[in-house]
């Protein structure tokens, strides 16, 4: 794989814990505004490489390029403002923080890098209408469905103007229509942006809004020719 020009890289990612090798030699590049479904059984490394890429977990051996920095020479500090700054998040299970309302958990990223509470809150507003969700801005999370509450997650995952979104089985806890939706609404906003996706899921349907997909098998990644 020709890594010129890639947003991120990764070449020959090894973690193990105890005897389990999570990743064992694994490869990844995404471009500018690529859609990259990373596929597998249950076990095959998927999260951990999706962790190791977005800087949250440190890979044994291996290297991760960021626009051409390698994450393991950045501080902590450094990596966690990448997160905050160039990445944005999104899991099977919302985690939204419970004790905010939905626009303020939309708004926090921008609250975190300082930004005022009401122009955070308009902007994060703005994010809700997009995804169909700006008449839940008052509710917590608790109060919302599976569906709703995910995408009040991409609007959040979305609203610092991220590069690069990792999505780790985002419609996993959903039924079949909306995960459909959510799919939908999270290429589209992703698109609309250029923003590059990491999308980690185990569905076959869902992996059809990428544009390039590939398969982690024993904590080994290969490109998937796309049947057409
Ligand atoms: N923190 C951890 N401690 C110990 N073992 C771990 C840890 N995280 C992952 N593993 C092991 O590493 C292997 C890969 O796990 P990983 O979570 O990456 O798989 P996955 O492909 O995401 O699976 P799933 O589809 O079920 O989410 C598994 O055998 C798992 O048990
Ligand atoms: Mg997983």
């Given at each position: 794989m020709t890594p010129a020009g890639a947003l991120l890289t990764a070449r020959d990612l090894r973690k193990a814990y105890g005897p389990t090798h999570a990743l064992d030699g694994a490869e990844f590049s995404i471009h500018a505004g690529e859609?990259?479904?990373?596929?597998?059984?249950?076990?095959?490394?998927k999260s951990t490489l999706l962790h190791c890429?977005?800087?949250?977990?440190?890979?044994?051996?291996?290297?991760?390029?960021?626009?051409?920095?390698?994450?393991?020479?950045?501080?902590d500090a450094e990596r966690s403002a990448l997160r905050r700054t160039e990445f944005g998040f999104v899991f099977q299970f919302g985690q939204l923080v419970p004790e905010l309302t939905c626009v303020e958990n939309?708004?926090?990223?921008?609250?975190?890098?300082?930004?005022?509470?009401?122009?955070?809150?308009?902007t994060a507003l703005g994010w809700m209408e997009?995804?169909?969700?700006?008449?839940?801005?008052?509710?917590?999370?608790?109060?919302?469905?599976?569906?709703?509450?995910?995408?009040?997650?991409?609007a959040r995952a979305l609203v610092s103007g991220p590069r690069l979104i990792f999505a780790d089985e985002p419609t996993g806890a959903l039924d079949s229509l909306n995960?459909?939706?959510?799919?939908?609404?999270?290429?589209?906003?992703?698109?609309?942006?250029?923003?590059?996706?990491?999308?980690?899921?185990?569905?076959?349907?869902?992996?059809?809004?990428?544009?390039?997909?590939?398969?982690?098998?024993?904590?080994?990644s290969r490109d998937m020719e796309r049947a057409i």
């Open positions: 859609i990259v479904a990373v596929m597998g059984p249950s076990g095959s490394g890429l977005a800087g949250i977990v440190t890979p044994d051996s291996g290297t991760i390029l960021y626009n051409g920095r390698e994450l393991s020479a950045m501080s939309v708004a926090l990223p921008l609250r975190l890098t300082g930004a005022g509470r009401k122009a955070a809150e308009r997009r995804l169909e969700v700006d008449d839940l801005k008052g509710k917590r999370p608790g109060e919302v469905s599976g569906g709703q509450g995910q995408r009040v997650a991409i995960g459909e939706r959510v799919m939908e609404l999270l290429t589209e906003a992703a698109r609309s942006t250029n923003a590059a996706v990491v999308l980690v899921t185990h569905e076959t349907r869902v992996a059809a809004y990428s544009d390039r997909e590939i398969v982690v098998r024993d904590g080994r």
